[in-house]
Each structure stands twice: as structure tokens, then as C-alpha cells.
């Protein structure tokens, strides 16, 4: 939550900085840079919360937690990125995909694990 607010901050900032009332969504590069980015990562914050918390209960709670924080920060360099120049943003996104792949992998094999085997 504290990401997604941090976000939501900064492009109020950019909105203030570039004179750009809501609900406009276009106008200098930089603001749509951080609209897009902010944007990007509340779209996936409920697929990130819902894999880590199957993850975290079927598989293993310490191994859950370093995804979760890995991909936190990968995310967080996304937007940094991002907000730079729109190139800034593929190599973390690239890595924050691999992380939700990773957590896919733990839900299920946490869930095959917790129902298949008794």
C-alpha cells in the first residue's frame, strides 16, 4: 500500500509541475510517463497480493515473503525507470514478470501439494 501511495504522490507532483488538472490524463511527456507507471503497477498489485498470499499459505511463508519483497523493488525500479525515459522501464519489467512466474509456480505447487498429497 505504501508503494502504490508513493506513486499516487508522485504523479500528483507531476500534475502540479506541468499544470495538468485532473481528469486529464495527456500533456507533458514526464506526466504521462508517471501516469502510465503508476498506472501500470496498481493493474497489477491485486495479481501480486493474490499470488503472494496463496503462495504464502500453501507454500512457504520465508521463501513467499523474499519474492514479495523482490518484486516490490523491482516494481519500484519500474517506476523509477519508467518515469525517466520509457526504455528505463523493461529491464525491471522484465524481472517483475519472472517474480509473478515465480509466485505462480510456488502457488501452485503449494496448492497441488496441500490437495494432491495428504
Not at 506513486?7 to 501516469?35: C, D, L, N, W
Not at 500453501?58 to 526504455?87: D, I, P, S
Amino acid at each position: 500500500v505504501l508503494f502504490l501511495a508513493y506513486f499516487a504522490m508522485q504523479v500528483i507532483y507531476a500534475r502540479r509541475k506541468y499544470k495538468i488538472s485532473p481528469p486529464e490524463t495527456r500533456g507533458h511527456p514526464e506526466f504521462e510517463r508517471a501516469f502510465r507507471a503508476q498506472a501500470n503497477c496498481s493493474e497489477y498489485f491485486p495479481i501480486f497480493i493474490s499470488l503472494l498470499w496463496v503462495a504464502g499459505i500453501f507454500f512457504h511463508q520465508g521463501v513467499t515473503a523474499a519474492c514479495g519483497l523482490l518484486y516490490l523493488y523491482t516494481r519500484l525500479k519500474y517506476f523509477q525507470g519508467y518515469t525517466v525515459a520509457a526504455q528505463g522501464r523493461l529491464a525491471p519489467l522484465y524481472a517483475s514478470a519472472w517474480l509473478l512466474w515465480l509466485l505462480v509456480g510456488l502457488a501452485l505447487a503449494g496448492l497441488l501439494a496441500h490437495f494432491l498429497w495428504p
